[in-house]
């Protein structure tokens, strides 16, 4: 069965880092583009990051770019995502999703198979 289980949220404050991670089973992630995405409440789903297959290259809008970094651990079939100085706005629930078409067409309809989430709240 293919399945992708988010973990790693929490309740943190501003400034402060987390490391979602995505682990897949029923497939190697390696074999696909990897992205995370959110979505908060009342807000279309926002693409945060892609991680290619092919070169390992990386995707992040300009809301994210310098704070966050995505990483594989394929002997772990897991995909990380490190989220440093963490701001209010980035207050939501976070998904994983694989596509095989690698990152091109990033967006809120890409993915074969997604995850269910892990909430991230960033409040003082």
Known sequence: QVQLVESGG???????????????????????????????PGKEREGVSCISIS?????????????????????????????NSLKPEDTAVYYCAA????????????GDYWGRGTQVTVSS
């Open 10 to 40: 929490g309740l943190v404050q501003p400034g402060d880092s987390l490391r979602l991670s995505c682990a897949g089973s029923g497939f190697r992630l390696e074999d696909y583009a990897i992205g995370w995405f959110r979505q908060a």
């Open 99 to 110: 596509d095989w078409t690698d990152c091109l067409g990033f967006g809120p309809n890409w």
């Open 55 to 83: 070169d390992g290259s990386t995707y992040y809008p300009d809301s994210v770019k310098g704070r966050f970094t995505i990483s594989r651990d394929n002997a772990k079939n897991t995909i990380l995502l490190q989220m």
